[in-house]
C-alpha cells in the first residue's frame, strides 16, 4: 500500500504562537481539555482539529469538538471508562463527557493513495495510522486542516488554511479532482461550507467540482441522505441549494429540484433556515417536506379531501423515496402533513361545529403540518389570517397525551374508530402503518 500519494503537495509545517491568533482555551469546554490532558499525561500528543478550530478563528460558536492523537482506538479505550469504538470506516472513539454527549477522538491517519488500495481489504485504507503530517493530508479542505495544541495554544497548519481563511476561500487539500473522484461527496460538503462560511471555492475546486458532479449518482444513498438531512439543518440550506446548482449536482442527485423551474423553493428555504439559525428544532418530515412541498403539491393538484390528498401523494413517488432512501416513517408523516396543507389554507365554516377542529388540532400531525404551514406562509405571504386563526385555536385547545393520539397514516380524521375486539390486533395493525 502506497502512502504519501503524488496528488497531495506537502507543505511545511506553520506553527503560529497562542499571541498570534485568537484560538483561546476559554473558549473551549472544560471536559475536552480534560480528555486532551490526558492523552498527554499518557505519553500521548493530542489536538484539536477541524470545524471546531475554523468556527471559533472565524469567531464563530462550534457545534462540537474533535480530538486527534497518535494514541490507537484501543489505547484511547483503556484511558477513559466511558468510552465506546464505533465505525469500520472510520474507526472512532467516542468518550462521553455527560449521558449523552460525547467528544470524539481519532487517531492520525496516514495518507494512502486509493488506486493503491483499491485491491485491499474494503476499509484497509481508512485505517493505517500514521502522523500528524500524514493526517493533515488526509482532511478534505485547507480550513479544516488546522491543528490546535492546547499545551502551548499554538496551531499547526500545514496546507496554507490560515490563510484562507482570511482570504474566504475554500480549497482542497491536494489535487481536487482527484479527491473529488476518490470521494465525490466531498463537493457537497464544498456545496454546504461555502453557503455556511460566506466562502467562495477555489478556481480549481470548481472547475473540478461540474467535472466530476456525475460521480455522485454512484455514491452511497444512506449517506447521501445524512448529507441532505445536514444540508437542511445547517442554517443555509438556500445557499447551499444554490450553490449545488452551480456545481451541477442536482441533476445526478435530485433530479426532480431545479430552483429555475420553482420559483417558492428558496424562499421556503430561506424561511426554514431562520428557524435553524435561532436554535428552533425542526423534524425531519418539515425538513424534507419543505424541500419537496413543490413537486408534493403538483401530485395533490386540486384534490381536498385528506385521504385522497394523502393517497395521490404517497403512491406518486415510490421510486423517489426509494432512491433517496426515505424512511417509511418520515414519508408517512411527509404525506400527512402535506394532505393538511388544503384545511388550514382556509377558515372552517362555522356550521360544521367546533368538533371537527379539536379532532383536527388534536391529530398527532397537526403540529408539524401548523410549521410546514407557517413556513409557507412567511415565504409566500399567503394565508396570513388563516395562520393566525389556527395557531390560536391551537393555543386554545389542549393537547392530548401522545398514547391518546391516533397516529395512523392514511386515517381519517376525526372519524369514530370501533374498539376492536382483539386489542392485540389492533396494536400491530397501528404498528405497520
Known amino acids: 500500500m502506497k502512502l504519501l500519494p503524488s496528488f497531495f503537495k506537502k507543505k511545511q509545517i506553520v506553527i503560529v504562537p497562542q499571541n498570534k491568533h485568537a484560538m483561546s482555551r476559554n473558549l473551549i469546554e472544560r471536559s475536552v481539555l480534560d480528555i486532551m490532558g490526558r492523552l498527554r ?3 500521548f500528543q493530542a489536538y484539536l482539529v477541524g470545524g471546531c478550530v475554523r468556527d471559533i478563528l472565524l469567531g464563530k460558536k462550534p457545534k462540537d469538538f474533535d480530538i486527534v492523537t497518535n494514541a490507537r482506538p484501543q489505547q484511547i479505550k483503556r484511558l477513559f471508562r466511558r468510552c465506546f469504538l464505533i465505525g469500520r ?37 481508512y485505517n493505517v495510522y500514521g502522523t500528524i503530517e500524514e493526517d493533515a493530508l488526509r482532511r478534505d479542505f485547507t ?29 482542497s487539500i491536494g489535487d481536487p479532482a482527484q479527491r473529488f473522484k476518490e470521494d465525490p461527496v466531498r463537493i457537497i460538503r464544498a456545496a454546504r461550507f461555502c453557503a455556511q462560511l460566506g466562502f467562495n471555492p477555489s478556481k480549481a475546486d470548481f472547475k473540478a467540482a461540474v467535472a466530476c458532479a456525475p460521480l455522485i449518482a454512484q455514491a452511497n444513498a444512506h449517506r447521501m441522505l445524512e448529507e441532505l438531512y445536514k444540508i437542511l439543518r445547517c442554517g443555509a440550506s438556500a445557499g447551499t441549494i444554490e450553490n449545488l446548482q452551480k ?28 428557524r435553524r439559525a435561532g436554535g428552533e428544532e425542526v423534524p425531519i418530515a418539515v425538513l424534507l417536506t419543505t424541500l419537496l412541498y413543490d413537486l408534493l403539491e403538483e401530485a395533490m393538484g386540486s384534490l381536498h379531501r385528506f385521504q385522497d390528498a394523502f393517497n395521490a401523494i404517497h403512491q406518486h413517488f415510490n421510486e423517489l423515496v426509494t432512491r433517496l ?60 389570517e388563516e395562520l393566525k386563526y389556527w395557531k390560536e385555536r391551537a393555543a386554545a385547545v389542549p393537547r392530548q397525551p401522545d398514547w391518546q393520539q391516533h397516529d395512523r397514516p392514511g386515517g381519517r380524521d376525526g372519524r369514530h374508530r370501533r374498539r376492536s375486539r382483539h386489542p392485540h390486533q389492533e396494536v400491530k395493525s397501528e404498528t405497520n402503518n
Open 247 to 274: 456545481f451541477q449536482i442536482l441533476p445526478h442527485w435530485l433530479r426532480e429540484i431545479d430552483p429555475n423551474n420553482h420559483p417558492g423553493l428558496l424562499p421556503r428555504l430561506v424561511a426554514m433556515d431562520r
Open 89 to 125: 470506516r472510520f474507526r472512532l472513539a467516542h468518550v462521553y463527557i455527560s449521558h449523552d454527549r460525547f467528544v470524539e477522538v481519532a487517531t492520525f491517519r496516514a495518507a494512502v493513495d486509493p488506486e493503491q488500495a483499491a485491491g485491499e481489504e474494503r476499509f484497509a485504507a
Open 41 to 43: 499525561r499518557s505519553g
Open 143 to 171: 480550513v479544516n486542516g488546522l491543528y490546535y495544541n492546547s499545551a502551548d495554544g499554538s496551531i499547526h497548519e500545514y496546507s496554507g488554511g490560515l490563510e484562507d481563511l482570511k482570504k474566504k476561500v475554500l480549497r
Open 325 to 384: 432512501c426515505i424512511p417509511r416513517r418520515e414519508w408517512d408523516a411527509m404525506c400527512n402533513l402535506v394532505a393538511r396543507q388544503s384545511s388550514l389554507a382556509r377558515i372552517p365554516d362555522p356550521m360544521k361545529g367546533k368538533g371537527f377542529e379539536k379532532r383536527f388540532i388534536r391529530n398527532a400531525h397537526f403540529p408539524n403540518a401548523l410549521m410546514f404551514f407557517e413556513i409557507y406562509v412567511e415565504a409566500t405571504g399567503r394565508y396570513g
